[in-house]
């Protein structure tokens, strides 16, 4: 099992950049595929990006592709979403999950644990 804590989020201006985090606890975060998924108000639950167990294999959702990298730490039981170049259509509150596979794919159902999520505002 798994608990996992986001943090980062904030209120930035368009073509800002944040980086959020998601902290793992336990001791087989390595074992965990990644995701993030965000979910704006009144719409549903969007991937974004998947991580592999071991960060050979990465997947970005067409609308953040080029603006965003995720990223992951085993040795520090973290993950990371790199997002550059914000637009106000990025705002949303972003999750981090993970499922014990070697790969999470971009289907939120796949996904076993989640965290509380972190809330990104871009302004024009």
């Known amino acids: 099992q798994v608990q996992l804590v986001e943090s980062g989020g904030g209120l930035v201006q368009a073509g800002d950049s944040l980086t959020l985090s998601c902290v793992a606890s336990?001791?087989?975060?390595?074992?965990?595929?990644m995701g993030w998924f965000r979910q704006a108000p009144g719409k549903e639950r969007e991937f974004v990006a998947a991580i592999s167990v071991s960060a050979t294999t990465k997947y970005q959702a067409d609308l953040v592709k080029g603006r965003f990298t995720i990223s992951r730490d085993n040795a520090k039981k973290t993950a990371a979403l790199q997002m550059n170049s914000l637009k106000p259509e990025d705002t949303a509150t972003y999750y981090c999950a993970a499922v014990a596979r070697m790969f999470g794919g971009s289907r939120w159902e796949e996904y076993d644990y989640w965290g509380q999520g972190t809330q990104v505002t871009v302004s024009s």
């Open positions: 336990g001791r087989t975060f390595s074992t965990y595929a």
